[in-house]
Protein backbone atom coordinates (compact mmCIF):
# COMPACT_ATOMS: atom_id res chain seq x y z
CA UNK A 1 0.00 0.00 0.00
CA UNK A 2 1.39 3.31 -1.06
CA UNK A 3 1.00 5.42 2.02
CA UNK A 4 1.84 9.47 2.06
CA UNK A 5 2.42 10.65 5.59
CA UNK A 6 1.90 14.82 6.20
CA UNK A 7 4.51 15.78 8.89
CA UNK A 8 4.01 19.16 10.46
CA UNK A 9 8.07 19.47 11.14
CA UNK A 10 11.01 17.73 9.96
CA UNK A 11 11.62 13.85 11.39
CA UNK A 12 14.87 14.19 13.44
CA UNK A 13 16.19 12.34 16.09
CA UNK A 14 17.28 15.63 17.78
CA UNK A 15 13.88 16.92 16.99
CA UNK A 16 10.97 17.96 18.71
CA UNK A 17 8.73 15.29 20.18
CA UNK A 18 6.39 15.14 16.82
CA UNK A 19 9.88 14.84 14.92
CA UNK A 20 11.53 12.09 17.05
CA UNK A 21 7.66 10.50 16.91
CA UNK A 22 7.67 10.66 13.07
CA UNK A 23 11.26 8.78 13.18
CA UNK A 24 9.48 5.76 14.60
CA UNK A 25 6.47 5.93 12.92
CA UNK A 26 7.92 6.05 9.39
CA UNK A 27 10.48 3.26 10.03
CA UNK A 28 8.11 1.53 11.81
CA UNK A 29 5.35 1.61 8.76
CA UNK A 30 8.73 0.88 6.30
CA UNK A 31 9.16 -2.06 8.20
CA UNK A 32 5.12 -3.67 7.99
CA UNK A 33 5.23 -3.89 4.54
CA UNK A 34 4.47 0.09 3.28
CA UNK A 35 5.19 2.22 0.57
CA UNK A 36 5.65 4.96 2.48
CA UNK A 37 6.58 9.00 1.48
CA UNK A 38 6.48 11.46 4.04
CA UNK A 39 6.08 15.37 3.56
CA UNK A 40 7.08 17.43 6.17
CA UNK A 41 7.03 21.32 6.87
CA UNK A 42 9.28 23.30 7.93
CA UNK A 43 7.95 26.20 9.88
CA UNK A 44 9.77 29.13 11.56
CA UNK A 45 9.74 26.92 15.46
CA UNK A 46 11.05 23.52 13.37
CA UNK A 47 14.60 22.47 14.82
CA UNK A 48 17.57 22.93 12.20
CA UNK A 49 18.38 19.80 11.05
CA UNK A 50 17.62 16.95 7.82
CA UNK A 51 15.94 14.28 7.43
CA UNK A 52 18.19 10.80 7.82
CA UNK A 53 18.99 9.62 4.25
CA UNK A 54 17.29 6.33 4.37
CA UNK A 55 14.05 7.95 4.51
CA UNK A 56 11.80 9.24 1.62
CA UNK A 57 10.93 12.93 3.12
CA UNK A 58 10.56 15.62 1.34
CA UNK A 59 10.78 18.74 3.29
CA UNK A 60 8.61 22.04 2.23
CA UNK A 61 9.37 25.46 3.87
CA UNK A 62 6.36 26.71 5.39
CA UNK A 63 6.25 30.76 5.98
CA UNK A 64 4.43 32.24 8.50
CA UNK A 65 1.47 34.40 7.68
CA UNK A 66 1.24 37.73 6.70
CA UNK A 67 -0.83 39.40 9.67
CA UNK A 68 -4.07 41.28 8.47
CA UNK A 69 -7.22 40.77 8.07
CA UNK A 70 -6.94 38.34 5.81
CA UNK A 71 -4.97 36.30 8.18
CA UNK A 72 -7.95 36.63 10.67
CA UNK A 73 -10.73 35.77 8.24
CA UNK A 74 -8.39 32.62 7.35
CA UNK A 75 -7.90 31.43 10.89
CA UNK A 76 -11.91 31.60 11.59
CA UNK A 77 -12.43 29.76 8.64
CA UNK A 78 -10.05 27.08 8.99
CA UNK A 79 -8.93 27.52 12.47
CA UNK A 80 -4.71 25.48 12.70
CA UNK A 81 -4.83 25.46 8.94
CA UNK A 82 -1.63 26.92 8.56
CA UNK A 83 -0.15 24.04 6.67
CA UNK A 84 -3.23 24.09 4.30
CA UNK A 85 -2.57 26.88 2.04
CA UNK A 86 0.38 27.70 -0.47
CA UNK A 87 3.52 25.58 -1.76
CA UNK A 88 2.42 22.80 0.78
CA UNK A 89 -0.25 21.89 0.60
CA UNK A 90 -0.08 22.19 -3.17
CA UNK A 91 2.77 19.37 -2.73
CA UNK A 92 0.56 17.73 -0.68
CA UNK A 93 -1.98 17.11 -3.21
CA UNK A 94 0.32 16.76 -5.59
CA UNK A 95 1.80 13.59 -3.53
CA UNK A 96 -1.34 12.38 -2.99
CA UNK A 97 -2.41 11.45 -6.76
CA UNK A 98 0.03 8.67 -6.09
CA UNK A 99 -1.18 7.39 -3.22
CA UNK A 100 -3.28 5.36 -1.94
CA UNK A 101 -3.86 6.76 1.76
CA UNK A 102 -3.14 9.84 3.16
CA UNK A 103 -1.85 9.71 6.33
CA UNK A 104 -2.34 13.43 8.60
CA UNK A 105 0.10 13.40 11.82
CA UNK A 106 -1.36 15.93 14.43
CA UNK A 107 -3.95 17.91 14.35
CA UNK A 108 -2.38 20.87 12.60
CA UNK A 109 -2.18 18.92 9.08
CA UNK A 110 -6.34 17.93 9.20
CA UNK A 111 -6.71 20.08 7.08
CA UNK A 112 -4.17 19.12 4.26
CA UNK A 113 -6.68 16.54 2.92
CA UNK A 114 -8.97 19.20 0.91
CA UNK A 115 -9.01 18.62 -2.52
CA UNK A 116 -7.81 15.62 -2.37
CA UNK A 117 -9.22 12.53 -3.48
CA UNK A 118 -7.86 9.37 -1.48
CA UNK A 119 -8.57 8.09 1.68
CA UNK A 120 -7.12 10.22 4.50
CA UNK A 121 -6.69 9.59 8.37
CA UNK A 122 -5.98 11.57 10.96
CA UNK A 123 -3.96 11.00 14.09
CA UNK A 124 -4.52 12.85 17.35
CA UNK A 125 -1.57 12.93 19.08
CA UNK A 126 -3.56 14.55 22.45
CA UNK A 127 -6.64 16.59 23.08
CA UNK A 128 -6.39 20.48 23.87
CA UNK A 129 -9.29 20.30 26.30
CA UNK A 130 -7.59 17.59 28.38
CA UNK A 131 -3.89 19.17 28.35
CA UNK A 132 -4.33 22.64 28.30
CA UNK A 133 -6.92 24.95 30.56
CA UNK A 134 -8.74 27.14 28.12
CA UNK A 135 -9.39 30.78 28.86
CA UNK A 136 -10.47 33.83 27.60
CA UNK A 137 -8.66 34.46 24.23
CA UNK A 138 -6.80 37.84 25.26
CA UNK A 139 -3.36 36.47 25.24
CA UNK A 140 -1.11 35.09 23.00
CA UNK A 141 -0.82 31.34 24.23
CA UNK A 142 -4.60 31.99 25.34
CA UNK A 143 -5.64 32.55 21.62
CA UNK A 144 -3.90 29.70 20.33
CA UNK A 145 -4.77 26.90 22.38
CA UNK A 146 -8.34 28.45 21.94
CA UNK A 147 -7.69 28.34 18.16
CA UNK A 148 -6.17 24.51 18.19
CA UNK A 149 -9.30 23.72 20.42
CA UNK A 150 -11.52 24.27 17.02
CA UNK A 151 -9.40 22.76 15.09
CA UNK A 152 -9.67 19.43 16.65
CA UNK A 153 -13.46 19.61 17.02
CA UNK A 154 -12.73 20.21 12.67
CA UNK A 155 -10.68 17.38 12.28
CA UNK A 156 -12.64 14.91 14.44
CA UNK A 157 -15.75 16.22 12.48
CA UNK A 158 -14.61 16.23 9.05
CA UNK A 159 -12.67 12.67 9.49
CA UNK A 160 -14.25 9.08 9.77
CA UNK A 161 -10.93 7.29 10.37
CA UNK A 162 -9.05 8.09 13.50
CA UNK A 163 -5.80 7.57 15.28
CA UNK A 164 -5.53 7.82 18.90
CA UNK A 165 -2.22 7.71 21.29
CA UNK A 166 -4.07 6.49 23.92
CA UNK A 167 -6.90 4.51 24.89
CA UNK A 168 -8.16 7.98 27.17
CA UNK A 169 -7.60 9.79 23.49
CA UNK A 170 -9.81 7.24 21.80
CA UNK A 171 -12.56 6.77 24.33
CA UNK A 172 -12.91 11.05 24.26
CA UNK A 173 -12.64 10.77 20.22
CA UNK A 174 -15.53 7.75 20.03
CA UNK A 175 -17.54 9.67 22.50
CA UNK A 176 -17.22 13.11 20.49
CA UNK A 177 -17.79 11.19 17.42
CA UNK A 178 -19.52 8.10 17.23
CA UNK A 179 -19.66 7.04 14.07
CA UNK A 180 -16.33 7.48 13.31
CA UNK A 181 -13.52 4.50 13.14
CA UNK A 182 -11.43 5.33 15.94
CA UNK A 183 -7.88 2.61 16.15
CA UNK A 184 -5.40 3.02 19.31
CA UNK A 185 -1.79 3.39 17.59
CA UNK A 186 0.90 4.92 20.56
CA UNK A 187 3.49 7.46 19.71
CA UNK A 188 6.58 5.36 18.29
CA UNK A 189 10.31 6.16 19.05
CA UNK A 190 13.87 4.11 17.19
CA UNK A 191 14.67 2.31 19.29
CA UNK A 192 17.99 2.04 17.96
CA UNK A 193 18.27 6.43 19.23
CA UNK A 194 18.04 5.42 22.50
CA UNK A 195 20.00 3.11 25.55
CA UNK A 196 17.61 1.17 27.30
CA UNK A 197 17.43 0.93 31.03
CA UNK A 198 18.36 -2.08 32.56
CA UNK A 199 15.50 -4.35 34.47
CA UNK A 200 17.46 -4.71 37.30
CA UNK A 201 18.38 -1.40 37.81
CA UNK A 202 16.81 1.52 39.68
CA UNK A 203 13.60 3.28 38.32
CA UNK A 204 14.54 5.48 35.58
CA UNK A 205 12.10 8.05 33.78
CA UNK A 206 12.94 10.14 30.39
CA UNK A 207 10.85 12.85 28.67
CA UNK A 208 10.47 13.31 24.76
CA UNK A 209 9.39 17.12 24.48
CA UNK A 210 10.35 20.24 24.62
CA UNK A 211 10.36 21.98 28.10
CA UNK A 212 8.29 25.07 27.20
CA UNK A 213 5.37 23.26 25.89
CA UNK A 214 3.02 23.69 28.76
CA UNK A 215 1.90 20.38 29.02
CA UNK A 216 5.63 19.57 29.48
CA UNK A 217 6.44 21.91 31.56
CA UNK A 218 3.62 21.64 34.43
CA UNK A 219 4.66 17.31 34.15
CA UNK A 220 8.10 18.48 35.15
Do not use: N
Request: proline share 11%; net charge positive.
Amino acid sequence: MRTLVVLTQPPLAEGGAPGRCALGLLRGLRGHGLDVRALAARQAFALPGDPPRDLPVEVVDVPPREPGWRSRVERLGRPGGELARGAFAERVREAAREADVVHLEETETAWCDLGVGRPSLVHLHYLVRRDRPLRLPVTREARHAFELSLAERAAIRRHHFLVASSPLVAGALRKASPRAEVVVAPLSLDPALYEPAPLDGPPAAGIIGTATWPPTAAAM
